[in-house]
């Protein structure tokens, strides 16, 4: 069956700090990649998606930036961080072929200090 | 392009009762349509889909939604809540020509004993 994991769950960076959090899907091959951030009562913000290795789409202007170095890691990152990057972050993941049909991970709680 | 509105943030209904959270969608295209749940500090689990055929749909834990294209809504509905019920709502839309999803602002339902 296919896993998702992603890491640190938590999350206390000052700002100015870099960041870096990770995604890795297990028992599927070439799937496609998201990342979303969660802010309190403002629903689920695309930031970023990938078909591929290498190949990322970025939804909005902003502070972060994505890599997809394997098949199955997707890695958001940022050099400096604002206070306005706080909020929950959430990778997702779907099979080639059934848009829309996403399976999350757990999710990372960023407070950006 | 494409969009959703929940109606309602928050939704409050006793044990037993009726659940009725809604949806309205904007599409230029034919849309999917899903409902995803979340439960706190979690990712989200999708509950169900439309995507053609039957505008009925049944999902998980006796939730069901029912695609109307002359009101553009998909509203989810459960017969009976149960205090497990308890949680945040999203509705999302996609389309064949896009593979990312969009979010409603999600609706809290709260299960009153």
């Known amino acids: 069956s296919q896993t998702i994991h992603q890491w640190p769950a938590t999350l206390v960076q000052p700002v100015g700090s870099p960041l870096s959090l990770e995604c890795t899907v297990e028992g599927t091959s070439n799937p496609n990649l998201y990342w979303y951030r969660q802010a309190a009562g403002r629903g689920l913000q695309l930031l970023f998606y990938?078909?591929?290795?290498?190949?990322i789409s970025s939804e909005v202007p902003q502070n972060l930036s994505a890599s997809r170095p394997q098949d199955r890691q997707f890695i958001l990152s940022s050099k400096k961080l604002l206070l306005s990057d706080s909020g929950f972050y959430l990778c997702?993941?779907?099979?080639?072929?059934?848009?829309?049909?996403?399976?999350f991970g757990e999710g990372s709680r960023l407070t950006v200090l | 392009a494409q969009s959703v509105t929940q109606l309602g943030s928050h939704v409050s209904v006793s044990e037993g009762a009726l659940v009725l959270l809604r949806c309205n969608y904007s599409s230029s295209v034919p849309p999917y349509l899903f409902w995803y749940v979340q439960y706190p500090n979690q990712g989200l689990q999708l509950l169900l889909k439309y995507t053609t055929g039957a505008t009925l749909v049944k999902g998980i834990n006796g939730f069901e939604a029912e695609f109307k294209k002359s009101e553009t809504s998909f509203h989810l509905t459960k017969p009976s809540a149960h205090m497990s019920d308890a949680a945040e709502y999203f509705c999302a839309v996609s389309t064949t020509g896009r593979r990312a999803l969009t979010f409603g602002s999600g609706t809290r339902l709260q299960v009153q004993p």
């Open positions: 997702a993941w779907s099979a080639q072929g059934r848009p829309g049909e996403l399976f």
């Open positions: 990938s078909v591929g290795i290498g190949q």
